[in-house]
Every structure is written in structure tokens, then in C-alpha cells.
């Protein structure tokens, strides 16, 4: 091995490891932090077909030309042990997270967005 070839290996790992880093930044740094928009079988339906099929919302909005449904959902995480300990006390959930299933509703009546927002909570 010469000192030619030595110049070229370190600055290719330095590289590598440059690119990677990068990499996980773009994909950890860069995730949406408020609702998403997805596809929903009610979009296009009217208010009563939503609130027959869905119940009522647990919140309601308005904006300027948008009625805004919300249905909240809550999901806690215990990780590995169950959620009662040997004595039968509950424990506290390591993470809760709050879905909300946003639906806009337009003036004629009709849902025309649908969005899900998963709010994270660490439990201390």
C-alpha cells in the first residue's frame, strides 16, 4: 500500500459517513409536524353521512368558509410490561398519543379534506 492509495481511502469514508449523516437528518429533521392529508371514503359526502357514520364530533370548528369536524382517538404505550403491575396498580403509560381525524366541510354542505394529526406525549 502506497501513501497514493491512503489519500484516497480516508476521504472516501469521511464521505461515506458525511452522505449518511446527512441521510438521517433529512429523513428525522424533515417529518411533517402538524396534520397530513390522506384519502378518506367520506370525502365528497355530505355532513349528515359523515355524522351518521362517525357519531358526532368530539370538537367543532369554524372557520371562514369551512366547518371542521374532529374525532379524537387516544392510544397509550406501556412498552414491554403490562399496564397493571403485581399489586394490581395501574402504571403510567411511557407515551400517550392523541389522534385527531379532522374532516373540512364546505358551505354546500359536502367534506371536501380529510387530515389525521398524531400528537405525542411523553409521560414523565
Known amino acids: 500500500m502506497n501513501l497514493v492509495e491512503v489519500r484516497f481511502f480516508l476521504p472516501l469514508r ?21 396534520p397530513q392529508t390522506f384519502d378518506s371514503p ?27 369536524f374532529i374525532y379524537k382517538t387516544k392510544e397509550e404505550y406501556y412498552g414491554k410490561k403490562p399496564p397493571v403491575n403485581k399489586d394490581g396498580n395501574l ?6 398519543v392523541v389522534i385527531e381525524y379532522i374532516y373540512y366541510i364546505n358551505n354546500d354542505g359536502n367534506v371536501y ?3 389525521v ?8
Do not use: H
Open 14 to 34: 469521511a464521505m461515506r459517513l458525511a452522505v449518511l449523516f446527512i441521510l438521517i437528518f433529512i429523513i428525522f429533521g424533515c417529518t411533517p409536524k402538524g
Open 42 to 68: 367520506y370525502v365528497g359526502k355530505s355532513r349528515e353521512e359523515l355524522i351518521v357514520a362517525k357519531g358526532a364530533a368530539n370538537e367543532v370548528k369554524i372557520y371562514d368558509n369551512a366547518e371542521v
Open 91 to 96: 402504571r403510567k403509560p411511557k407515551e400517550i
Open 113 to 115: 379534506k380529510y387530515q
Open 117 to 124: 394529526w398524531r400528537k405525542r406525549y411523553k409521560n414523565k
